[in-house]
């Protein structure tokens, strides 16, 4: 049911690639809610992926954008204020690669050169979004930023190898830029932890499936929906959240508060006796 809270709204979503993407739930759900949208993708990634299906459903452009190049962050910025006739109200950052998760390297042999582009793509295109709207005044007073990102960030999930520092560094970029973009145009910046969530991402993660299995088991509520993350980011993106900034929310159904569950202890001991 839609409840409108985004009526009149405009906003960027980047980072869907296919139905699976949290950024495609969110291009859907913020335009079910009112708003108008542009939708961004590096050219690789657009070729690989969905976009123009989705912004046929959303009726809305498509300004590729390679997140690594500022030039081409600047040209998205000014073509969606161009599309739309003024200032924009939120921006989902929804971007992170790494190519020592794709070549399957140890996070104790990484290859430094790979690391520094996880950083580039996944960390440091975050704060150039954010330097560039703030350049060119790109967001009304108000407005609202986030990025997503995951637990790894504080505590270590093998597998997630050196995406795990850049989403710490991406979490800090949200503190740091979000005090001055607040005290300069009383923008709010904001990153949400989500539950491990079955995307062409997310997928691609060694052990993933085991992740998802824990945290389901861990999880009072369970794992949190690409959908109901989508639903949250329409919550951040409107006026109901003014005065949340900063911040790093989790958004896991209880996961990063909960120790042990009584279900993984009860898999365990029936593990135990099936080896006896």
Not at 23 to 45: D, F, M, Q, R, Y
Not at 97 to 126: C, Q
Not at 179 to 207: C, D, E, L
Request: glycine fraction near 8%.
């Amino acid at each position: 049911m839609s409840h409108q809270l985004l009526k009149g709204k405009k906003g960027i979503i980047s980072g869907a690639l296919d139905e699976r993407s949290i950024a495609w739930k969110t291009a859907l759900a913020c335009v079910a809610e009112g708003a108008e949208i542009v939708l961004t993708n590096a050219p690789i990634a657009m070729r690989m992926g969905k976009i123009n299906e989705l912004a046929k459903l959303c009726n809305c452009p498509v300004i590729p954008a390679d997140a690594t190049n500022l030039a081409d962050i600047e040209n998205l910025m000014q073509k969606s204020m161009d599309h739309f006739g003024g200032k924009m109200d939120f921006i989902l950052h929804s971007i992170g690669m790494s190519p020592n998760v794709r070549k399957n390297i140890a996070y104790t042999n990484t290859n430094y050169e790979n690391f520094l582009k996880t950083l580039d793509i996944s960390a440091l295109s975050f704060h150039r979004v954010l330097q560039t709207a703030m350049k060119l005044d790109a967001l009304n007073e108000w407005g609202s930023v986030v990025a997503l990102s995951y637990i790894a960030a504080q505590r270590t999930f093998p597998g997630y190898n050196d995406m795990a520092d850049a989403k710490a560094v991406m979490e800090s970029i949200a503190r740091s830029f979000g005090y001055s973009y607040g005290f300069a145009k009383k923008v709010r910046v904001n990153t949400i932890s989500q539950s491990p969530t079955v995307t062409t991402a997310g997928s691609g993660v060694s052990g993933f499936d085991v992740f998802l299995h824990y945290s389901e088991k861990t999880s009072p509520l369970g794992n949190a929906s690409a959908e109901d993350c989508a639903n949250f980011c329409v919550m951040l993106f409107s006026d109901y959240t003014r005065m949340v900034t900063m911040q790093n929310l989790f958004h896991d159904g209880g996961f990063s508060n909960t120790g042990v569950s009584h279900l993984i202890v009860e898999e365990i001991l029936a593990g135990k006796k099936g080896a006896e």
